[in-house]
């Protein structure tokens, strides 16, 4: 049986068929407690893997920590949302914070600025006329931050 650990349904199913399967009562269970805590050991367990694989791996978690809380909360949120799509443009990027409501231009750096300050981005595409704007440069987080950044969002929630 495959259940989706982050999934309420699922987890109550899984519950259940050990319950049956051992003989043992239901019992009432904060099912969304229990699932933030095995979201919260799986992004362990992906730090600790990464820790083995990359030898750097502290360094860069520190560094990525102290980055992202000196940037404001529009930059932020516009690193979120090219992690979670993988690939946008700035103009779009810039569009979704501003449309959320909670940030204006002035709180958002851009891609571009992001590219050029950390060395987390690559960009994918190049606008048509560079020297006249670059709202259709498009950008994607480079493979090895990725799981950095995904875990520093999921911590910092």
């Known amino acids: 049986m495959g259940v989706n650990i982050d999934e309420d349904e699922d987890v109550r199913r899984l519950l259940s068929e050990c319950g049956k399967h051992l003989g043992l009562p239901m019992v009432a269970v904060d099912v969304p407690a229990m699932i933030r805590e095995l979201i919260r050991l799986d992004i362990r367990a992906e730090e600790r893997q990464i820790a083995i694989e990359d030898p750097f791996s502290s360094e860069l978690i520190?560094?990525?920590?102290?980055?992202?809380?000196?940037?404001?909360?529009?930059?932020?949120?516009?690193?979120?949302?090219?992690?979670?799509?993988?690939?946008?443009?700035?103009?779009?990027?810039?569009?979704?914070?501003?449309?959320?409501?909670?940030?204006?231009?002035?709180?958002?750096?851009?891609?571009?600025?992001?590219?050029?300050?950390?060395?987390?981005?690559?960009?994918?595409?190049?606008?048509?006329?560079?020297?006249?704007?670059?709202?259709?440069?498009?950008?994607?987080?480079?493979?090895?931050?990725?799981?950095y950044l995904t875990a520093w969002f999921e911590r910092n929630k």
């Open 62 to 147: 520190q560094e990525i920590d102290k980055q992202l809380k000196g940037f404001d909360a529009g930059t932020r949120e516009g690193l979120r949302l090219l992690l979670k799509h993988g690939e946008l443009s700035e103009k779009v990027v810039e569009g979704l914070v501003l449309q959320s409501g909670k940030y204006t231009a002035k709180q958002t750096m851009g891609l571009m600025w992001l590219e050029t300050r950390t060395g987390w981005l690559i960009r994918t595409q190049m606008s048509p006329f560079p020297n006249v704007s670059r709202d259709e440069d498009c950008y994607k987080v480079s493979d090895r931050i990725r799981p």
